[in-house]
């Protein structure tokens, strides 16, 4: 994920270009990603258990791991041939609309970590429970992109 990242955003200040030949396939990528959100979902459970007595760092657990998981989105959609957007919101709107689904706990912390909502008065643990619900309908449509063996769209 990292080189089609420089692949799609680097630039070349001195020097011979040596990304442009670069070929990274989308079987990997489409892995990668899998690999990252479900060993992303078992930290975020350990945390839980970890962390349950304590609603300010849950909620700071939430916010850290959401940026993960929209990477992740973001080179999901890369890998449909879909346009490169950066903004998390943007991204999250795109994968729900190309993959027909929704991401409530995910759009609503957005909103928080952008600073446009505050926190719900409802439990942490409520809220880390509803936020690993996206997490786990995330990982069943990562289950439904199939394995590519052609590269990746350039």
Known sequence: MEYSDIKEQ?????????FRTLTIGGEHLRFLAEHEARSRMLRLQALYLER?????????ILLDSLKTFLTLMRHLLRLQGKSDVQNYGEVLSLF??????????????????????GWPHEPATELFREYLEDVQRFISLID?????SSPAPQ
Not at 52 to 60: D, F, H, K
Not at 144 to 148: D, N
């Open 10 to 18: 680097h630039r070349t200040l001195w020097g011979e270009e040596i």
């Open 52 to 60: 349950a007595g304590e609603p300010p760092r849950l909620r700071q």
């Open 96 to 117: 729900e609309q190309h993959f027909h689904s929704s991401f409530p706990e995910m759009r609503r912390l957005i909103a928080i970590r952008q600073g446009v909502r």
């Open 144 to 148: 439904g992109v199939p394995q590519q």
